[in-house]
């Protein structure tokens, strides 16, 4: 078997005892320090960016939604998936000799001795992390595929807006505490367009989202959209009325 001892600046094999032991690799990302500022300006906890290794093409997600963040690999075509954990202090990890197996495994690495050195791969990685983030459909399309934030739809184009706030004075007779923008359409919003967001946050307007654009869907992104307005025959204002008939 094998006995794996890890350094921060590469891997070495040793055949010895039928245990196999393994010290966390860890490496700085000097780069994705850059670029989680840049998420921090727009306000939002998941990004992607584009990269290739070993001619191995991928989306890679930044998530740092989640209690311990991550890099998520996605295969062009195949959809296969790697993730990473990313460390406080920005430092990629690989933890366990099975993490490393599925490392070498997704990105096609051989196994002869001197074949690979995290070395050489970790300052290629950091190269391709832009130095901002920039939203724009094709990114937000790649991040709606690795999370649909709300359940109801999968669109990333905005189509037209629900002022509840208004539904509710037409229709008094409707319950208070039901037909609100939901939480999961406010997140949604706040990663996909930014700047919508923080136009509505603090109103009761739920952003509509379509497969295709319309022509509502320049001037919402733009936000010189009329965020007072609903439509009577939206399906959601008139599940809504149905309740109380």
């Known amino acids: 078997m094998l006995?794996?001892?890890?350094?921060?600046?590469?891997?070495?094999?040793?055949e010895v005892s039928n245990l196999i032991e393994w010290k966390v690799y860890s490496y700085k990302l000097t780069a994705i320090e850059a670029f989680y500022r840049s998420m921090r300006r727009l306000g939002v906890s998941i990004a992607t960016f584009d990269h290739k290794y070993n001619e191995v093409y991928s989306h890679v997600i930044f998530d740092t939604s989640l209690t311990e963040w991550k890099l998520i690999f996605i295969k062009h075509i195949t959809g296969d998936v790697l993730e990473l954990p990313v460390a406080r202090g920005y430092r990629l990890e690989i933890r366990s000799f099975e993490d490393y197996k599925s490392f070498r495994k997704y990105f096609a690495i051989g196994g002869k001795q001197g074949e690979f050195k995290f070395s050489d791969f970790m300052p290629h990685l950091n190269k391709q992390i832009p130095d901002a983030y920039v939203l724009d459909d094709a990114k937000r399309k790649t991040v709606i595929s690795y999370n649909k934030i709300d359940?109801?739809?999968?669109?990333?184009?905005?189509?037209?807006?629900i002022n509840w706030t208004e539904v509710h004075i037409k229709h008094p007779q409707l319950d208070p505490d039901k037909h609100h923008r939901t939480v999961e359409n406010l997140n949604k919003t706040r990663e996909l367009y930014p700047d919508i967001y923080?136009?509505?946050k603090g109103m009761d307007v739920s952003i509509k989202y379509g497969d295709k654009p319309n022509e509502k869907t320049e001037s919402i992104k733009e936000c010189s959209y009329d965020w007072g307005t609903f439509d009577e025959s939206d399906r959601a204002v008139i599940s809504a009325i149905k309740e109380t008939d």
């Open 3 to 14: 006995h794996i001892v890890c350094s921060f600046t590469d891997v070495e094999f040793y």
């Open 151 to 161: 359940k109801k739809t999968s669109g990333i184009y905005p189509i037209g807006t």
């Open 198 to 200: 923080r136009a509505t």
